[in-house]
């Protein structure tokens, strides 16, 4: 089922050559954090470049229903924030749908409040683990109460009289740190969060952005990140750089796709997000980063993906895995089409996303005549090379963009069509997949 409806079957056919621009909508982690954040400055932030996937939207409700106003006027998004403890009770369960950023960010956001909020999500939300989260809020003396193994739904009911917090993360995640730091805008002194390895630091410049008093410190004991309590943030205008998640698709399609030349223009190529683009080079692939500049506080470039039919499996560095989390499925997909093994460690996170991702990749590519070797936290695919890869499959998506997306794009290059079973998930981060792929030379349709 998609997360809104009846399933949308959809299937991919053998394509090729990919050529022309492929603009790629906004960055997600970028959109949720200025809506929320917005909602927490003092009077009103202008956004441009948001995302309006499913994901996104069901963030501008929800910090609707904590009391900002929000408007879209032409293409910018207008966010009349409260201030920092200025949320309002929501009257409402809050929906956030398919999205595990949305609902632990905005979680860690009112949970140093004096309310009580209720949170619920799909069938695949409701099956992910909150804990990461609850555990670190109830330091600041915030309590939840969920179903059992830590689940949504859940009610939070924000502390009334905050403690600060000094945190380690026992997982490498960006929606774990940001809900710490969220919670801390709203605590008196310091919030400090360790993090053993680096992830995504969009949290913290945007924090910076608004005018909060945040350092970062690399120590013995890990990336140690200070933020000053209760700064009252200052509005800004945002335009949010477009998705390097969501620009792997094209990039990963045209370099697997004979003929194909693709560009993919204003990609954000924060090092924290970058990793996918350094491993296909590390693959061989004729994968290039044209007109290097910096946009809004970002890394930016415009990347240029070419058919690369001689790229060798290699092993992935563990340390890069969180640079490059989301990109796992799309990467199994160009390393069925390597000659030899892509080995990918350290990617335990994998299984606790919109699907288990290692799983559903696994199960799909294995019916699509690969070998694929897997264990708790690694996987291996034995790549077949250009030409050689069957296809002719039906996978399940899971509830999960990511896997439809991935499927879809194997089907493009394999010998024989890939279906998905569900291709409506695709929405909640990539809304105009369908004709930005067509629109290339592919060929997909709903079937
Ligand atoms: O903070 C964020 O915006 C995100 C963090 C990552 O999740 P984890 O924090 O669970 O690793 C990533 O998978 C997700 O798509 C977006
Ligand atoms: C993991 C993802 O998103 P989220 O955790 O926000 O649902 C993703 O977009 O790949």
Redesign the pocket.
């Known amino acids: 089922m998609s997360s809104h409806g009846a399933p949308i079957p959809m299937t991919a056919h053998k394509s090729g050559p990919l050529q022309g621009q492929a603009d790629v909508p906004g960055d997600?982690s970028i959109s949720h954090r200025s809506l929320i954040l917005g909602a927490l400055a003092v009077g009103e932030t202008k956004v441009t470049g948001l995302l309006e996937g499913q994901?996104v939207l069901d963030t501008a409700k929800a910090m609707q229903a904590f009391g900002a106003e929000i408007e879209k006027i032409d293409d910018t998004w207008h966010v009349h924030g409260v201030g920092v403890g200025g949320f309002a009770e929501p009257s409402q369960v809050i929906d956030c749908g398919?999205?595990?950023?949305?609902v632990r960010l905005i979680m860690g956001a009112m949970a140093t409040s004096p309310i009580a909020a209720t949170f619920t999500g799909d069938a695949s939300?409701n099956k992910r683990p909150m804990a990461r989260v609850t555990d670190p809020l109830a330091l600041f003396g915030a309590r939840s109460y969920g179903r059992s193994g830590g689940r949504l739904p859940m009610t939070i009911v924000g502390a009334s009289d905050p403690l600060s917090v000094r945190y380690t993360t026992p997982v490498p995640s960006a929606?774990v740190k940001s809900a710490v730091l969220l919670a801390g805008l709203n605590a008196p002194g310091e919030t400090v969060v360790i993090e053993r390895e680096a992830t995504r630091d969009h949290s913290e410049r945007m924090l910076a952005g608004f005018g909060a008093t945040i350092a970062t410190e690399d120590t013995a004991e890990g990336h140690v990140i200070t933020l000053q309590g209760q700064p009252e943030l200052r509005p800004q205008t945002i335009i949010v750089p477009r998705d390097p998640?969501s620009a792997a698709f094209p990039v990963c399609a045209a370099l697997i796709t004979e003929g194909s030349d693709v560009l993919v223009p204003n990609i954000g190529l924060n090092p924290t997000r970058a990793g996918l683009f350094y491993t296909l080079q590390d693959m061989g692939a004729d994968l290039t980063f044209e007109n290097m500049r910096e946009e809004g506080g970002e890394p930016v470039a415009d990347l240029r993906a070419k058919f690369s039919p001689d790229m060798q499996g290699i092993e992935v560095p563990a340390e890069r895995a969180a640079s490059m989390i989301?990109e796992y499925p799309i990467l199994s997909v160009v390393a069925a089409f390597a000659a030899g093994k892509t080995h990918m460690p350290g990617v335990k996170e994998l299984r606790v996303?919109?699907s288990d991702r290692i799983d559903a990749m696994a199960t799909g590519l294995r019916a699509a005549g690969l070998q694929v070797d897997e264990g708790e936290d690694w996987w291996t695919v034995h790549g077949l090379g250009f030409g050689n890869v069957p296809g002719g499959v039906t996978a399940k998506s899971h509830l999960d963009?990511?896997i439809a997306m991935s499927f879809l794009i194997l089907g493009f290059a394999s010998n024989a069509s890939v279906s998905v079973d569900d291709g409506g998930p695709i929405a909640t981060?990539f809304p105009i997949f369908e004709s930005l792929m067509s629109g290339l030379g592919a060929r997909i349709d709903r079937t």
């Open positions: 997600k994901d398919n999205s595990g950023t949305g939300l929606q998640s989301d996303k919109e963009h990511r981060s």
